[in-house]
């Protein structure tokens, strides 16, 4: 029901900058929990940042003031603002999205909770 696709991924010198894409194709798009989920070689998905309904978002607490996401509906569009990069953040970056609309029992933090991915785009950043 829902295709995602990443860009925007790249090399980049630490301190600088990038902008993240999740690019959606679905009809129900607009109403879905969207996130940014990033892996380390031989470790775990690990949560980065969220948003779904009513605006509302959460970030992982060593991200906070980092990272950014947002979202645009005209476009179908997710976002991941990402500043002063360090090396420690290079990683395959993954778009996800859920249809849940009430998560007042479920954790946006946990990987299991979103049903559609993208394949991932690869950030490095260098020293």
């Known amino acids: 029901q829902v295709q995602l696709v990443e860009s925007g991924g790249g090399l980049v010198q630490a301190g600088g900058s990038l902008r993240l894409s999740c690019s959606a194709s679905?009809?129900?798009?607009?109403?879905?929990?969207m996130a940014w989920f990033r892996q380390f070689p031989g470790k775990e998905r690990e949560f980065v940042a969220s948003?779904?309904?009513?605006?509302?978002?959460s970030y992982a607490d060593s991200l906070e003031g980092r990272f950014t996401i947002s979202r645009d509906n005209a476009k179908n569009t997710v976002y991941l603002q990402m500043i002063n990069l360090k090396p420690e953040d290079t990683a395959v970056y993954y778009c996800?999205?859920?249809?849940?609309?009430?998560?007042?029992?479920?954790?946006?933090?946990?990987?299991?909770?979103?049903?559609?991915w993208g394949r991932g785009t690869q950030v490095t950043v260098s020293s």
């Open positions: 948003r779904w309904t009513g605006g509302r978002t």
């Open positions: 679905g009809r129900t798009f607009n109403s879905y929990a």
């Open positions: 996800a999205a859920d249809g849940r609309v009430d998560w007042t029992y479920y954790d946006e933090t946990y990987s299991g909770n979103y049903n559609y």
